[in-house]
């Protein structure tokens, strides 16, 4: 099974840890210890210390509460923004890289992109008719409820030469957007054009409908890379911390896909 290669997601080290401690065969059948067994509750993620799914659920919603909280801060302070983005951006690369998840840094990025999440919304909103904020959220939601479902039911797996075209066309969409916002700060495209190369129109259809649907595939399955981490966590019993980072990861994919299907409705908005 091929793992995730999302950088959030490439702990798969970690997964070795934690393989059953032998028996001692002294021990075995005798009554007390088979009565304190039979009578002891069901060691959880706090007991064992390992990552679970009801404790990486817990986690990932501590994050969204945090990016929740802050994305009203946003709102009402849409110059926040540009701090929430530096921010984001910085401790999202450290997150990315680190060798073991740190809970602290990972809740400082959910804030941050909170930040920069709640001030382009309110941006978005005033400057482009139509509710493109609800828009947007619902269609986060919903692909997101549909590729758990699918995930769930075993239809969608990541393979090897999935994870490889999809390697393959994030480089690109990379490149592309970079060069866009290069464009875009130095003067490279007109300032009538409001997202740069993905205003203009081929064949009379804005570029950016394109790219932004390629994201929004490539979002998708970046979720299920994300869903194979937290099952492989909890299959190899994982260290307990490991939760933190597969909520990162599904946050890191949540927002861009939010971001993507912002910039969507924006275009079809103005055309």
Not at 40 to 51: D, F, L
Not at 102 to 111: C, G, N, Q
Request: no cysteine.
């Amino acid at each position: 099974m091929a793992s995730s290669n999302n950088p959030a997601m490439n702990r798969v080290s970690a997964f070795r840890a934690g393989a059953p401690q032998p028996v001692d065969p002294n021990t075995v059948g005798q009554a007390p210890d088979l009565e304190a067994l039979f009578n002891a509750r069901s060691a959880g993620s706090a007991e064992t210390g390992r990552m679970t799914y009801e404790d990486t659920v817990v986690k990932t919603a501590v994050l969204f509460v945090v990016l929740l909280a802050t994305g009203v801060v946003g709102w009402f302070v849409p110059g926040l923004a540009i701090v929430g983005a530096i921010v984001g951006l910085v401790f999202g690369l450290v997150n990315s890289f680190k060798r073991k998840p740190s809970p602290a840094l990972i809740v400082i990025y959910a804030a941050a992109q909170g930040l920069f999440l709640g001030g382009i919304s309110s941006i978005f909103e005033r400057v482009f008719p139509g509710g493109v904020v609800l828009q947007a959220v619902v269609a986060t939601l919903a692909v997101f409820g549909v590729m758990l479902a699918l995930f769930a039911s075993g239809k969608v797996r990541a393979s090897g030469r999935l994870t490889k075209i999809f390697l393959g066309a994030m480089i690109g969409y990379l490149v592309y957007s970079l060069v866009n916002v290069g464009l875009m700060v130095f003067g490279g495209v007109s300032s009538d054009l409001a997202f740069g190369l993905n205003s203009v129109e081929v064949f009379g259809i804005p570029l950016g409908l394109g790219i932004g649907i390629l994201a929004v595939l490539m979002g998708a399955y970046s979720l299920v890379l994300d869903f194979e981490f937290i099952k492989n966590g909890v299959n190899n019993r994982a260290p307990r911390v490991y939760g933190w980072q597969g909520g990162f990861g599904l946050m890191v994919t949540l927002v861009w896909l939010y971001v993507e299907f912002l910039r969507l409705f924006a275009i079809l908005s103005r055309n």
